[in-house]
């Protein structure tokens, strides 16, 4: 994974990672996550599947992640419009973060969530 491109905002920022052959975008959120930070990380999505050559998945690591903004769920149905994104996958190592994605899933249902960082690091690999 080599760093693509880091989004600020007043209170936090994701790093933005892809794998070589551009078929993984990995974020790592750290921080506050508010609409201004989500919608710039869309924007960088948006980029990233106008360039992709082919399929691509989407793994955002909530692990750094503080603090959010109960708004940001119905932002992140942006996610839909990106014809090239095979896959949402959320790495939460966190039940309460979990317990928000199962509650807000009905808006923005992840195709994948993980618990374990091993797996998330074979992913990451592949």
């Given at each position: 994974?080599?760093k ?16 070589e052959?551009?078929?993984?975008l990995?974020?790592?959120p750290?921080g506050?996550v ?5 919608k ?16 691509w ?6 692990s ?8 940001n ?10 014809s090239k994104?095979?896959?949402y ?7 309460i ?10 808006i923005?249902?992840?195709d994948r ?8 690091q074979k992913?990451?690999?592949d």
């Amino acid at each position: 994974m080599h760093k693509l491109t880091s989004i600020e905002s007043r209170f936090g920022y994701i790093e933005v990672y892809t794998n070589e052959d551009r078929s993984t975008l990995y974020a790592i959120p750290h921080g506050y996550v508010g609409p201004a930070l989500v919608k710039k990380d869309l924007k960088v999505l948006e980029q990233f599947d106008a360039q992709a050559r082919g399929k691509w998945k989407y793994i955002l690591d909530t692990s750094k992640v503080k603090v959010v903004n109960p708004i940001n769920p119905f932002l992140l149905e942006g996610l839909t419009q990106f014809s090239k994104m095979e896959a949402y996958i959320v790495y939460a190592p966190s039940p309460i973060v979990r317990l928000m994605l199962r509650l807000t899933a009905w808006i923005n249902k992840p195709d994948r969530v993980i618990r374990e960082e091993s797996v998330l690091q074979k992913m990451l690999a592949d």
